[in-house]
């Protein structure tokens, strides 16, 4: 089981159980100022009932829970702005067997110091029952107030995977004037995996070759991939969209993750923009969006756009209005041809996770003396020129080092990959033979 502050994940019946809902959902209580908790869940097999031990266990602890049923997380985020806190059973991207929680509190996700809290081992002093009643969202309403009304009518092909965002997707859309035609809409069904950023999407691919723009959504409805003329797009491609968007509103201050495509903070900076960089996570840039008041941005990894002043959360159904509203536009193919003149892969090579602190020191020292700019904000990156940069950090939840290179030339990208593969592989075995002595 993972506990961070994305939240609690973990197989359901094998290392996430019934009893470790219930003490997770009492532990949270205490974080509850308001006494009220809004309570959603994706479409997994095993969501109904986690659902059900959760409502019980709040409830319990005096909580009054307000139930959305099945509703996609930026939803979640925006209706918990109404009653302080909320509640999501979902394990976003994982694969089916996987399930967790997600909690929200103020309309952000915790942060290090409440999920600190959240973990302390305390008394729990006795509480009158809370009360559950079901409520309906006013997103979609909202959302389409916020993009206005798309007077062009673009043809939009919408894969929502079987996820949680089966109904609200397809009627924000429709309700912005879109003509949508839908795959994989079917609650719980799905002929793909459950994360568009790793899956081809070649369903998706076919059907939007008729269509302006494709958008393919992960189980929780937080991620959004564009497909664009039967090609899957990068991930930071939908937060590049998102940002260009931002920057047509008049937004100027933006927070990137530090894993993000440098020709998103280019673009930024061309159109007169300025950019801070957060660590990786969600939780990481929207914790330094409220620090420096940024008024938008998000982390191009997760294809994860945040608009704080609406929801401080990836929001892909905001997203993929704002997308649609751009279609056919200057703008658009703009920031499409911008991104296209810059390379990113994301490798991984094998470490076991005992030997990951050692082997990022190791690996640290060689950095610094090979390359003249190093940032160890968030694992290590090293800024090869103005167009080129290698980030390696280590996965807090398999036996693994990740490493992501980007440039301008595909050539240069492939020797750097190689280059810093083959020092984190050496790092490793120095590492290893330090632990045998």
């Not at 959902?25 to 959603?40: D, Q």
């Not at 107030?145 to 996820?163: E, F, R, T």
């Not at 960089?277 to 994860?304: C, D, P």
């Not at 940032?375 to 280590?394: F, H, M, N, P, Y």
């Amino acid at each position: 089981m993972k506990v961070s502050i994305s939240g609690v994940r973990g197989i359901f019946s094998d290392d996430l159980n019934l009893k470790d809902v219930m003490h997770f959902c009492r532990c949270f209580s205490r974080l509850i100022k308001s006494k009220g908790c809004v309570l959603a869940r994706d479409t997994r097999p095993s969501s109904e009932i986690l659902s059900q031990v959760a409502s019980a266990s709040l409830m319990e602890r005096g909580v009054d829970v307000y139930n959305l049923g099945i509703a996609p997380t930026p939803v979640v985020f925006r209706e918990a702005r109404r009653h302080g806190s909320g509640l999501i059973i979902t394990s976003s991207h994982n694969p089916l067997e996987w399930n967790g929680l997600k909690f929200i509190l103020d309309g952000r996700g915790i942060n290090e110091r409440e999920l600190e809290r959240l973990l302390e081992e305390k008394e729990f002093p006795k509480s009158e029952i809370g009360s559950e009643s079901e409520i309906h969202s006013r997103y979609i309403d909202e959302a389409v107030k916020l993009i206005g009304d798309l007077k062009s009518g673009p043809k939009v092909a919408l894969d929502v995977g079987g996820g949680a965002a089966f109904q609200v997707a397809p009627l924000l859309l429709k309700k912005l004037g879109c003509r949508v035609r839908q795959i994989n809409n079917a609650p719980g069904k799905s002929s793909r995996g459950p994360d568009p950023t790793y899956d081809p999407l070649s369903g998706l691919s076919r059907i939007s070759r008729t269509s302006e723009i494709g958008f393919a959504f992960d189980l929780d409805g937080d991620r959004l991939v564009v497909v664009k003329d039967g090609k899957k797009q990068a991930p930071d491609v939908t937060l590049g969209l998102g940002v260009a968007k931002a920057l047509e509103i008049g937004y100027r201050r933006f927070v990137l993750s530090i894993d993000t495509s440098i020709a998103i903070e280019k673009f930024i900076v061309n159109e007169g923009g300025t950019v801070r960089r957060s660590k990786v996570g969600e939780a990481n840039v929207v914790e330094l969006m409220l620090k420096t008041k940024a008024q938008a941005g998000g982390e191009g990894s997760s294809a994860g756009f945040i608009l704080p002043s609406f929801n401080m959360c990836r929001d892909g159904l905001l997203t993929s209005g704002f997308i649609a509203s751009m279609v056919g536009t200057k703008n658009f193919q703009s920031v499409i041809q911008f991104m296209e003149g810059y390379i990113q892969q994301r490798g991984k090579v094998n470490v076991d996770s005992k030997f990951h602190k050692k082997t990022i020191q190791i690996l640290t020292d060689k950095m610094r003396k090979r390359f003249s700019e190093v940032v160890t904000l968030d694992g290590i990156k090293a800024i090869i020129d103005e167009d080129s940069w290698v980030l390696v950090r280590q996965s807090n939840t398999e036996h693994i080092i990740r490493i992501s290179t980007e440039s301008n030339d595909l050539k240069k990208v492939k020797r750097i990959e190689g280059e810093i593969s083959a020092l984190v592989n050496k790092s490793y075995e120095e590492a290893r033979r330090a632990g045998n002595h």
